[in-house]
């Protein structure tokens, strides 16, 4: 399970540059078959000091770090929904995504128009977001029409279940005709089950991306403070980015040289560490570790997630076949300085099925298939 970002954006507000920068030290691709090969498409890999922290103690043949997917997805413009641009693979990209980077301009350029030009990220973010929730509106109506049918059934149990989309959707119907997002709304258990099949775009998670010019990624300007201020209002987390110096951070081999760079521009770290932290953070987005002489790797799971559940990032079959985890943290072994001394000092554990898998937990799972 890769975490999935798609960009979305009006024209022009930077998004193909922000991901050109995001992407271009892309992750080795023949370490993760299951990512898709399209040219909107870019796998870069997370950020994480403690890998090759254990690598320094685990010394392997090959370090894997985690991944994320980052899609540009374009087509979304004013009217978008009404047909404007925004076409079935739009819709079909969007669909997929985990989380959305909602790219807003922040900067002047008289040499780039903007759609309505002028910078207005207020009324930026609005087009976009009104846009979303009517392509949802367009799901719901469909769906409110199919299930009109189910309404009637002589079937007991299909009418029960026609009558509780029934009034599901008419809520859908009523938050996103304002041009209100879907996760405005809270909803039951049986609901969710229904939410699933729709698969509505508004219910995905939101981080503003504020793409500034190099002058105003320090400490922002008028534009990114007005970003700011919505995004307090739509509970929404916001991330600035310069595009440009991006690209130039991306383009240098070492961290050490990395660190040098943002420390020269008063910046503690990237923007794409920041958007990836945020993603993460926004989705409960969690890391453990597999470590061994032949592989040191980086998994994504989801907080809460037991043994077995992470095991199954890995392969379903570990999920399947679980017995049991070994189980150490990675700080132990920091502070110990080698799993041998983890192991003595008690701080290996083994855990079964009802274990809470940990931020920062090494695991080695046994499993039979
Ligand atoms: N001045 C300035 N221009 C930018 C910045 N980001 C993108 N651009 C320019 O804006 C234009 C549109 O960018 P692009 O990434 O293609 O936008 P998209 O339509 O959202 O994908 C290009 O000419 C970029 O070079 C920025 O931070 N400052
Ligand atoms: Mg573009």
Redesign the pocket.
């Given at each position: 399970m890769a975490l999935n970002c798609g960009i979305v954006?009006?024209?022009?507000?930077?998004?193909?540059?922000?991901?050109?920068a995001l992407t271009s030290a892309p992750a080795e691709a023949a370490n993760y078959p299951f990512c898709t090969i399209d040219p909107n498409v870019g796998i870069v890999s997370v950020p994480d000091s403690r890998l090759q922290k254990i690598v320094d103690l685990i010394p392997t043949e090959k370090v894997i770090p985690a991944i994320v997917e980052f899609v540009?997805i374009?087509g979304l413009v004013k009217g978008a929904s009404k047909g404007e641009g925004l076409g079935n693979k739009f819709l079909a990209n969007i669909r997929e995504v985990g989380i959305i980077a909602h790219?807003v301009r922040c900067?002047?350029?008289p040499?780039?128009t903007h759609v309505s030009n002028t910078i207005d990220p207020a009324s930026d973010i609005e087009t976009i977001n009104i846009e979303l929730a009517l392509a949802d509106l367009e799901t719901v109506e469909k769906r409110l029409e199919k299930n009109s049918k189910a309404l009637r059934s002589p079937d007991k149990d299909v009418k029960k279940k026609a009558e509780t989309a029934d009034l599901l959707l008419k809520r859908l119907q009523e938050v996103l005709s304002q041009g209100k997002a879907a996760r405005t709304l809270d909803f039951g258990n049986d609901e969710k089950e229904i939410l699933k099949e729709l698969q509505l775009i508004t219910l995905k998670k939101q981080i503003y991306v504020a793409?500034?010019?190099e002058e105003g990624i320090k400490d922002g300007n008028d534009y990114t403070r007005e970003v700011e201020k919505i995004a307090g209002e739509d509970g929404v987390e916001v991330v600035r980015i310069?595009?440009?110096l991006e690209a130039d951070i991306a383009a240098l081999d070492s961290e050490e040289e990395k660190e040098m760079f943002l420390s020269d521009a008063g910046l503690a770290e990237s923007g794409l560490s920041k958007l990836i932290q945020k993603a993460y953070d926004t989705l409960d987005l969690r890391t453990f570790f597999t470590a061994g002489p032949k592989e040191v790797r980086a998994w994504t799971f989801h907080k809460g997630d037991t043994a077995p559940k992470a095991a199954g990032v890995i392969h379903t079959d570990f999920e399947k076949g679980f017995i049991k985890a070994e189980v150490y943290h990675c700080e132990d072994l920091f502070s110990y300085g080698s799993e041998q001394k983890v192991k003595e000092a008690g701080k290996l554990r083994i855990e079964g099925k009802e274990y809470p898998v940990k931020d920062g937990d090494v695991m080695f799972f046994k499993f039979n298939v």
């Open positions: 954006g009006l024209p022009n507000v930077g998004k193909s540059t922000i991901f050109s540009d374009a790219v900067f002047d350029d040499d780039v793409n500034v010019d310069c595009g440009k």
